[in-house]
């Protein structure tokens, strides 16, 4: 759980810092905040996406093992 609460510290990093650029960027268009905030906006596309992965294979198990279950009933499933 610990690494869940490092990503959730690094959102919120990464959010202020976010909403700081949009704050300047409300003084007058800069190419260079614009970009900027759109190379935040992925960071934080990133995080959120292992913090989705990390979830589910918390809840779920690793990936191989769901695929070898899913298998595994498949083929109970066909020999029934």
Same mark, same amino acid.
């Given at each position: 759980?610990? #690494? =869940?609460? *490092?990503?959730?510290?690094? =959102?919120?990093?990464? *959010? &202020?810092?976010?909403?700081?650029?949009? !704050?300047?960027? *409300?003084?007058?268009?800069?190419?260079?905040?614009?970009?900027? #905030?759109?190379?935040?906006?992925?960071?934080?596309?990133?995080?959120?996406? &292992? !913090? $989705?992965? #990390?979830?589910?294979? =918390? $809840?779920?198990?690793? $990936?191989?093992? #769901?695929?070898?279950?899913?298998?595994?009933?498949? $083929?109970?499933?066909?020999?029934?």
């Amino acid at each position: 759980m610990n #690494i =869940i609460a *490092s990503i959730h510290d690094e =959102i919120d990093t990464v *959010s &202020e810092e976010r909403a700081e650029l949009w !704050h300047r960027l *409300s003084d007058g268009r800069d190419p260079e905040l614009v970009r900027q #905030i759109k190379e935040l906006d992925e960071k934080l596309d990133a995080l959120w996406n &292992e !913090h $989705r992965a #990390i979830r589910a294979r =918390i $809840r779920f198990g690793e $990936r191989e093992q #769901i695929v070898k279950r899913a298998r595994a009933e498949e $083929r109970l499933e066909r020999a029934a």
